[in-house]
Structures are given as C-alpha cells and as structure tokens.
C-alpha cells in the first residue's frame, strides 16, 4: 500500500498540469529504475572519493530549473549533495575576483555540486545587457575553457545542462507560477528577469550559441535538455547525471609519479634567470633603517588608499630555505593593517585540501577587495618541491604552469595586484644560517632533517626555480627575484618593489 | 658574530626612542629564555592539541597594541599562530549575529589567536558612544561572561590583556606615529580614533572599570600590563602568554563518558511534552493540497520580503528516526529562493570539527541576513545521542542546555529568526516505516543497523527529548512538537508554524 502511495507522490511533485498520464506508467518505472541506480553510484563515489561532479543547471526562465533541483534533491542522498547558487551580483562577489565563489564552493571529492547561475550564466548575462562586447565575450569563454579543462584534469567533472524550452512556453510558465494564490509549487528562479529588450534577447541567443560552437575539445560538452515534459525533463537530467556518476566511477586513479630524475632538464627556455644574480649586493645598516622606515611609511599609506579599497595584493614569497622570508615578511607586515592583512604559512595539504583541486586551498585565502594577503609559500610548491620529490607526476607539474598562469590572470582580471618574490641566496649562505640556527634556541624550531635534504637537491631545484620564472613570470603577475644573502638589502628591496608596483596600479 | 647582530636587531625593532639603555642587558635576558620556551611550549600544545589560546590585546591607542602583536609573530612559530583582527563595524559584521566573526575564525586546538578588536573592544565602542545604555551594556557583560566560561569548559583558554598608558603618554605616542616621514615603524591601530568627547572618554573608563569589576569568577581574568617602556611590556605579554601555555598543557585531559545509564532520570521538571501529543492527527489528500500550497505560498514571499532581507531564518529540524524530517525539509526548501537557503544535513562531526568547540561547526554555518538556513539535526545532538549514547560526559552535556540558550539568544538578540521542530512518531508507525524502508529499493540507504540500535534506546531517548524541549524552549526561539505519524498532517504544520512565526516577527 505504502509503495502506491509513494508513487501517487510522483504526479503531485510535478507541475501537474502539463503532464500526459498515458505515459505515467512507463516514466514512472524509469523513475524506480533511476532512483536506486543514482543511489548505488552516489554511494559508491562518495566511497571513492575518485571525482566530484559539478552539474550546471542552465535555461531560461519557466524552464524548470528549480524544479529540477528540486527533484534531484529528492532522489539523491542529501548527505553527499550540495546547491550551489548564485546570483547575478551580490556583495560577495564583489569582494573577490571571477570564480571566486565557485571555488570557494567546490564540493569535495565524491560529492555533487548542482549549480544555479554557473559561470554561463554570469557571462551570457554580460553579453547580453553589453556589459562586454563580443570579443571579450570570446576571450572570457576561452579562459572558461581553460578553467573547465583545468578542472577535468584535476578530477572535477562538470556536467553542463540546458533546458530548452520555446520562448512562449517560458513565457507561459513564468506567468502562471505567479499567477493567483495556491500556484507556488516549486522554488521560483527568475534568473533572466532583467532581460528586457529586444536587443539583449538577440544577444542572450547569439552567445548561447557561441557558447555551444566554442566547447573546446578537452572541456565536457552541453547536453540539451528538452524542458516541455516536466519528468520526461526530470528523468533525462537523472539519467545524464547517473552517466556522469558511472563515467567518474570508472576513471582511471589519478597518476602516481614515477622517481624523479636525478639530473632534472629545463623545460623553459632562455637563460637563467639565477645565475645573473649578483648576490653580493648588501646595504649599510644606516642605510636599511632610513630606507625601509621610508618604504614602509609608503606601503602603508597605499594600501590605506581609497583607490586600493577597491583593489587588493596578493602577495607570494619563495625562496631558498633560510632565505629569510619570514623576515622580510615580518618588515612588511609591520607596514600593514592587521585588519586588512592576512599571512598564511602555507604547509602540507590537509585531508580536505587534498579533497579539492590544489589550487582550492589558495582560493579560500583569496582576500576581499581593500586587503592584503601574504602567501609564506604558495600555490608555486606544486612546481617546485612536488616537481624535485616526485610528489606530482610529470604530466601533472607540467600543466601547472598554464594552470597558475590563469588562476593569477583571473585575479588580476578582477583588479587584484599580484606579485612575487623568489628570495635567492647561495649554497654557501645557506650553510651558515643552518649552522647558525642550530645554535640559536629560539631558531631550532626553523630546522629539521627536512632542510638538509632538500640542499642535497640545490641543482633540481635550480632547474625548477629557472622553469618557474620563465613560464609564470606574467606582466600583470611578476616574480621579483631578490639577491637574499645580505638580510637587509632583501628586506628593503622587497618592500620598495611593492612601493614602486602599487605606485604604478594605483 | 651573528648571534650578536640578532640581538642587535632588538632595540632596531623597537619603538627606540623610550627604551633605556641600563636595562638592555638584563632584557636581553629574559627575552632569550622567553624565547626559547615559549618556542617549546607552542610545539608541545601544537602536538597534544589540548586547548587552543585566545589572546586579546587590549588598551588605548598608541600602547602599542600593534607592536606587540608583531613581537609575537616574531617571536611564536607562524604555523600555529594567527591574528583575528576586527574593526569595529565592517561589512561582515552585519551580515552575521553577535559573536559570529569570532567563532568563524576560532583557532583550532593546540593554536594560538590574538585578537585585535575583542568583544570588549565592541562593547566598550558601543558603550561610550552611547549605542547602548548602562543596564545593556551590563547585560551584555553577562552573556559574554556565560560565554567565555562556556569556552573555558570547551578547551579554549582567553588570555585577556589590557595595556596601560597615561592619557598624556597615549596621545604622544599616536602624534609621533602619525608624525613626519620615517616614523612608521610599526602597524598603526586607531581604534578609538571615533571617541571624541570628554562625555565619551569618562563612559569608556567607566565602563572599563565595570568590565574588570563584574568578570564572573569562572572566566577568565584580566591582566593589566604597562606600555611605557615597549621592550618590557612586550616580555610582560609573552610571559603571560607562556604561563597560559604551560596551563593549557598542565589541563587534566577532557571527561570520558562513563556508560549511559539503562534508566535516565529526567533533569527538568514538569509534565512530558511529548506524552501530550495527539499523534492520530491526520489530514486529508485534497486538504493537504490546498494548505500546504497555500503555505508555501506564503512562506515564498515573506522570505522574499524586504523586511526579511534585514533578518534571517534558522530552522532546526529533529525527530525520531524515520519520522518524515526529510519529506518536511523537501517541502519547505521548495518555498525557497535556493540562492537564498541553504540545507545542512548535520552527520557525524569531522576531524576539523573535532578540533572546536561543538558549536563551531554551526556557527561556520549560520546564514547572512536575508537568508535561511535548515538544519536536519543540530546542536541538539549533544543532548540527545551524545547524552543517551554516552558519547558526552553526564557534567559536559547537562551544562550543554544553557550553552544552546546562550547560543540561541545571540541568534535572536542580532535579528535572527530561531525556529525549531521535533517530529514526533510513535514506535508503531517507526516499524512500519522501517520494514517500508528495507522493501523500497530507493529508500533503502535511509536504513541502518543503528536505525535498529536506536530504536531500542526509545525510553532513554523519550527522557532526552522532554527534558531538551523543557530546557530549552525559550520566546524567542521556541521548539514545535509535530505529530508526525500523518506525513500530511506534519509537512502542513511545519509550514503554517513558519508562516505564523514569520508574520508576528516581520
């Protein structure tokens, strides 16, 4: 009795009025189908942990896009499921740069993210009101693109979704869910409200079929959804997204890395950007105190400008252990307010940052406009220590550089002022700090077994360092390699770098 | 030679100008082994992740608040040390209730945070400028006195410190700051640069003064420290930190639970809420139809309101297992804007939330205004499978009850709308619904050998749940007993409860 009651369920979820019953016997044993298999393969991804899926709810407005929601919500296990759902403009995102709310959101490995207001979404709706012109249209999908297959490669499978419906029907049901009383039976997204004109709507088709006509090869392609037939809608984004679940459970493991190479080869041409270091630079203590006092009075009130309020830094330091760049964050982070500046020490992953693509972890730290992060190493650590220990497979490290190239070009796209500094210093200096720390108490905790090791590396990593700078080194997102072996000249060379940069941003 | 040029560095990172040279030695000293221990005693609590450490900094400006947060850093081992640096009205303030941005950025045990801007600093501000009069600013007092007592039971140890300064010294000090070129050497924190009046200043002594005088004798006390001479105020705050340390690794471990007993005795009084339930309640289909679209209806649009926009909704949903929390959430998710609601199904606390008080996993969860959040289970966890599995001690789940008025009160007093459900069946409709539950392919990841287990507890959890609804039903966030042996009957209730609710708050 209880199992007829359930499925009498099924046309009362429904829309109801648009459903054609000689066909309810046949979806609704689909629907039977469909559900115990969607559990069976969320249970075992979420097992896995192999993939998360992030499913993109596209269409117009009627289409059903809640209602869809809805649905899968009810069919799936709630526990490994997340809405992810965006307006077109909220504070939020004003408060950091493009992508930053997807990333923040990304659901974990195993899990499924159905997201409202994708990226699409965002980037249609610019289109159309003329926000951007056509080919800004065209650049910001290729980075989409990019970004998407970026996220493949990194085990996040997207699964893109358009409901299609004729323009009169949208019309039609928009009209009725906000007809009289006793109407509202699902969520109601008007997500194209401010679509008005004939014009924008030209637009909105034009680069919704641009959209389709520029899927790169590599990135998951659309699925067209008819949206007439509520369940037959229903079951079909059910089925595309059991697809997905079953293709994610029979992806490969992720590569293991083979032994690196002793003798590690460049991969960037050009000559290297180390060896025209002069380390012997060095400043007068007098000097350093005059100059560093200066550039910190300087840094300070740029980054309390009202011009900086609306932009941001974003700030990397690497370099060579017992290079000093505590130190010298130390000098900049006494030219900061605390309240708008951020350090994060950025150590081994944790069991979630290793449940999300590595650049997830850097995403989170991502400071709101008006503030100030500094990054005690960063997201540069998968081309570097996990290149030279073999952490990440070849192929891995070196898609990394594309990769970061975009994730900083994102940042800066969105205003924020990147820069970085490899602090360099020599194998002879090295030696003389390490020995150092040994000695002093309070500088024991600054060195392990760990540091001797990687010295014995100092070639790998030379190659490695080389290989950074060469291919991320960006206008918009410089290195600034720092002669590091007199402290007082890094310091304050670091400090005027970031004085001249905002200088000329501002 | 390097060691001595370290030391050098010292009066270098000094304000200077005030430091007298006879005591350098001496200091010198002290910071050495100051160093040195407070380097061993952050490793050892790192290690044993006894209790984490809130230290607030405290005083007037130009005491060197900022100075002495950067010793710190330069003093503590980064990876285990962060700063939570509030102004006093910023956009996320607003967006969340009293307390939230502290408990968003709560160390996790075994770390230490330093807090620029405490709570004080907000009451103080508030009171002085007359936003709040004496007796609710003494109220206040109360709740954070309730709180961080609570905290202290939860393993987190505040160290609250208070830098005095002369009026007359403070002003130099700020003047100099702010002075020609060169003179920044250190973060510049203003936060009382708004109080201006001598009525303004005389209310933030007195209440300064109050605020020392009422700290109840479970929570911490105050430490007044001298800022005149920066080096030795410095080590006065870093011995206090280290004492607070060595306390912290001194702590008896947290109580084990000894096992439950088989025959709970209620610890509230009065008659049980749940025997009073009527569970024949039922409704017919057509019934069911017509109220709960209607119901929804409703509920859309006071949701969408812009009254609600400066308010928000928390929604707590428990029940026996198998009582219809889901089919109840369903329904009133699909009354949602999902850009604005969000569900959280509360399982199994995770490693990081392990590491924080229990109610930091909720917090992190706690909607921006304008938005609603919807619990399945909750912090009531605590005293219902935690009290009757034994997973809490008899003394940490007992205290939980007035914790969760605490909680709960901070909620409403900032403008939230705390709603809460028991759905309540009986043990016959329970195994009807589980024996349904093993036969219907898609239902059967909702069964568990647990569901069984816990079916067994049902006079343990019977106590639970009366004395839960006794202690913690309160006006301003009450708790719903719904019959729920009719899923109809329950869904419509849920509904119309909310809309009633929202139409008396709004």
Known sequence: MRRQRETGGLAEMM?????????????????????????DAQ???????????????????????????????????????????????TKEEYRGPGGWRYWRDLPAYGHVGIVLGSWYHYLLHRR????????????????????????????????KIWLTLSAGQAEKRVKKNHGGPGTLKNPLLREWRSIDTKGERKRLVEAAQE??????????????VPAEWPMARDLAVGEIVL?????????????????????????????????????????????????????????????????????????????NDAAGKGGAIKRMRAALDPVHSEVYPIAAPSEEDLAHPYLWRFWKRIPHRGDVAIFDRS???????????????????????EEINDFEALLSGGGYIVHKFW????????????EERKEVPHKRFK?????????????????AIDDMVALTSTPSAPWTLVEANDKRYARVKVIETLVDRLKSEL
Chains 1, 2 share one sequence.
Not at 23 to 33: K, N, P, T
Not at 379 to 401: C, K, M, N, S, T
Request: a positive charge; aromatic letters at 8%.
């Open 128 to 159: 159309a009101t003329k926000l951007i012109n056509k080919s800004e249209f065209q650049e910001r999908l290729d980075i989409v693109n990019r970004i998407e297959t970026m996220l493949a490669a990194e085990r996040v499978r997207i699964v």
């Open 211 to 224: 959209i389709v006509a520029s899927t790169g090869p590599e990135a998951p392609q659309w699925h067209q």
């Open 423 to 434: 602090l360099s210093i020599d194998q002879d200096e090295q030696l003389r700090r390490f």
């Open 379 to 401: 997201w540069y650590g998968r081309v570097l220590v996990e290149r030279v220990e073999g952490f990440a497979a070849p192929a891995d490290w070196r898609r990394a550089y």
């Open 243 to 319: 697809d997905a679940m079953q293709q994610a459970l029979a992806a490969k493991p992720p590569r293991k890395a083979p032994k690196p190479s002793a003798r590690p080869r460049r991969v960037s041409k050009g000559p290297s950007a180390l060896k025209a270091l002069d380390l012997g630079l060095s400043l007068e203590k007098s000097d350093y105190r005059k100059r560093l006092a200066e550039a910190q009075k300087e840094l300070y009130a740029l980054t309390r400008s009202k011009k900086f309020s609306k932009r941001a830094l974003v700030c990397v330091f690497e370099g």
């Open 15 to 39: 829309d109801g009025s648009v459903f054609e019953l000689k066909d309810e016997g046949q979806l609704r044993e689909r629907e039977a189908v469909l559900r115990e298999r969607l559990l």
């Open 447 to 463: 060195i392990t077994d760990e540091d001797w090791r990687n010295r014995e590396k100092w070639p790998a990593y030379e190659v």
């Open 43 to 89: 249970f075992d991804l979420a097992e896995s942990r192999k993939e998360s899926i992030l499913v993109l709810l596209n269409g117009p407005d009627g289409a059903g896009k809640g209602q869809v929601l809805n649905r899968l919500h009810g069919w799936l296990d709630p526990r490994a499921i997340k809405t992810m759902a965006y307006d077109i403009e």
